[in-house]
């Protein structure tokens, strides 16, 4: 098939190379002091359905409000915290927001308003390593009112809360793939707006869904990762000069192409490595590596340990993604 001819939609690339698998989400009622502590390498999605809350993180000059009707996204998997007053001591968010523990929890004595909230946690292979990283704002906070799209999802949220409070058989798995159309659709509610699926506020960098050149690319490098592409290849591909097509890659995007190339190979070799009985020979052919030991070099170099390392740990204990600059 000739490569040209694949239309390109960078949100729905880089929302498909997500594992969603291991997606757990589900609704809470919190009262009294409360707070939590997500660590990094977990993209993040809350809906308050009622009450508000503060939030915190690294990415976050001073701690925000979130009140009923708005919607909190973290998609790169930045360490945040979620509390009902800026003072109140915060816990491991699986110790109150897990799918398995009781819908309604009093973490303390009642001195506000409950928040109910909507909620799924996405672990990653690690807080550099999600796809999402590099092409959307670390913290995006979605206000009621300020976006169409939310209005679509409530009936959504409300089927969510629904299943955790009838637990008929598959609940979990329902409520798991409605998280998912929710986040999506509110991911797409911003993207269309015209608002940074791009660099930080900070960088001067272009939007890439409004650079038609860089999204097809990133569009091919998703759908062929195993090609043996380099920098002249992909310069031709789009007519362009190797250097100037470089610079205008890392400007849209933020790292150079086979950086970006090899993050993306590495996400999808940690997912077979962790999501299938195929060889390290098999998987290495997959993501676009010539022999096992090449593959194996790179996979370390880029995650510290070794493919058959990663596969045998539990992946709450992988270790965050060291990337290499190969470019």
């Known amino acids: ?30 009262s009294g002091p409360w707070g939590i502590e997500v660590p990094a390498g977990h993209v993040s999605f809350y809906a308050i359905r009622s009450g508000s809350c503060w939030v915190e993180s690294v990415e976050l000059a001073a701690p925000v409000l979130a009140e009923a009707g708005d919607v909190l996204l973290f998609p790169n998997g930045s360490a945040h915290q979620l509390r009902d007053q800026i003072s109140s001591p915060c816990v491991h968010y699986e110790e109150l927001l897990s799918p ?13 308003e409950p928040t ?10 690690g807080a550099n390593s999600t796809p999402l990283n590099s092409q959307l704002s670390s913290y995006v906070h979605l206000k009621a009112g300020d976006y169409d799209s939310l209005a679509q999802t409530d009936g959504l949220l409300s089927m969510i809360e629904r299943e955790q409070r009838e637990l008929q058989p598959g609940w979990q798995a329902i409520a798991n793939q409605l998280v998912q159309l929710v986040f999506h659709q509110s991911l797409r509610g911003f993207v269309s707006q015209g608002l940074r699926f791009a660099r930080p506020a900070e960088s001067n960098t272009d939007v890439l869904v409004t650079d038609p050149v860089i999204g097809l690319v990133v569009g091919l490098l998703h759908s062929q990762p195993e090609k043996p592409w380099t920098v002249a290849s992909l310069a031709r591909w789009v007519n362009m000069s190797r250097s100037a097509f470089s610079e205008r890659f890392r400007d849209v995007v933020g790292k ?72």
């Open 256 to 327: 150079p192409p086979l950086h970006y190339l090899t993050e993306l190979r590495m996400n999808k070799a940690c997912e077979l490595l962790r999501g299938s009985d195929l060889g390290v020979k098999q998987i290495a052919t997959i993501v676009g590596y010539e022999s096992p030991s090449s593959f194996t070099n790179a996979f370390k170099r880029w995650n510290g340990v070794s493919p058959a390392s990663y596969r045998g740990a539990d992946i709450d204990e992988s270790v965050e993604a060291i990337p290499v600059n190969v470019n």
């Open 100 to 112: 398995h523990r009781a819908r309604w929890i009093a973490a303390g004595p009642t001195t506000t």
């Open 1 to 30: 098939m000739d490569a040209r001819t694949i239309t390109s939609d960078p949100l729905s690339l880089t929302l498909a190379s997500l594992s969603w698998s291991s997606w757990q989400s589900g609704s809470a009622e919190l």
């Open 116 to 125: 109910r909230i909507v909620y799924g946690h996405l672990a990653t292979y």
